[in-house]
């Protein structure tokens, strides 16, 4: 089973911001938290990952709750090319393990 | 720097026949690792290579197998095609393997048909 939960779908409108959440209550110390997206007909790619502080990239920013139980994806101003599924996984330091993918958001940006 | 390379794009092929599938990683990166995406399944892990040696495998029969060569390219192989096998094939490669502070880069993967 996923290590992570996100809601199915969500929608935005065009140059406003989004916040994509991810739930990830059984985090261990050493599990980093990433992020991809999935555009149709693409493999994943690659958008940030952090483990305790909050991160930012030229794609996106990556607020990651106290506890670690919570993250948020935040795209800044979000475009017709941001609309993807989003997935939120977990990978640990220092191991090889079964990564699973969950669902994901499947994220709807309206122009 | 080239992306991850993977080859060939589509592919359609009998039941019952064995099938190739190859993947050029990042170069540099060690770490291959192949997922099979199908509408209902989502994204499912196969197996994670890492300096020709097999560091883990997700829950598929047998018949599902890979390797990786002295230059990180990998390849992986589908014997006995069953129907059920249609879906994207995808492979990944990390600078560190899947650990934590070392991001995947995904190839666009194989549509594999089988009829």
């Known amino acids: 089973d996923a290590k992570t939960t996100q809601p199915n779908s969500m929608e935005s409108n065009e140059e406003e911001p989004v916040h994509l959440p991810c739930n990830h209550s059984?985090?261990?110390?050493?599990?980093?938290i990433h992020w991809y997206r999935q555009l149709p007909s693409q493999g994943p790619e690659y958008v940030i990952h952090g483990l305790t502080s909050n991160v930012n990239n030229r794609m996106a920013s990556l607020a990651i709750a106290e506890d670690r139980k919570s993250s948020t994806l935040i795209l800044h101003r979000a475009t017709l090319r941001d609309a993807a599924v989003y997935y939120c996984i977990l990978l640990t330091q220092g191991g090889s393990e079964k990564l699973v993918f969950g669902k994901g958001t499947k994220l709807t940006v309206n122009p | 720097k080239a992306g991850v390379t993977q080859t060939p794009r589509y592919l359609i092929k009998t039941r019952g026949q064995q099938v190739t599938l190859s993947c050029s990683p990042i170069?540099?990166?060690?770490?291959v690792s192949w997922y099979q995406q199908t509408p209902g399944q989502g994204l499912q892990f196969l197996f994670e290579y890492f300096s020709e040696t097999q560091r883990n495998k997700g829950n598929f029969p047998g018949r599902f197998s890979g390797r990786q060569f002295s230059n990180s390219r990998s390849e992986m192989n589908v014997s006995t095609l069953e129907l059920g096998d249609s879906a994207l094939y995808l492979c990944a490669s990390s600078l560190r393997g899947q650990s934590g502070n070392s991001p995947l880069h995904f190839g666009n993967g194989t549509r594999l048909t089988v009829t």
């Open positions: 059984t985090i261990s110390g050493t599990d980093y």
């Open positions: 170069s540099g990166h060690r770490s």
